[in-house]
């Protein structure tokens, strides 16, 4: 499925751009703008392995944990009224 796309237009100095141009053809991308696409892609993956590594240890500094069973679940309903 093919996404809607729009465009984007930036300025590099020749160095950069040579860059890119080097990194499309030793990469194999089909063009400078796939190229930029997984970058992206690679940041928003970085991104989000960071914010679920921050959730996790606020999780750990939490303090200590109690199993959730269907047990835990029954009661919370009970306490709600459901």
Do not use: C, F
């Amino acid at each position: 499925m093919l996404l809607p796309m729009t465009t984007m237009n930036i300025s590099l100095p020749d160095g950069l751009k040579d860059y890119v141009d080097h990194q499309v053809a030793e990469a194999g991308y089909s063009s400078s703008s796939e190229y930029v696409r997984d970058l992206i892609r690679q940041d928003q993956i970085r991104n989000a392995e960071r914010e679920l590594t921050r959730l996790i240890a606020d999780g750990i500094a939490s303090g200590p944990s109690s199993e959730v069973t269907a047990s835990y679940w029954a009661e919370r309903r009970a306490k709600l009224g459901q």
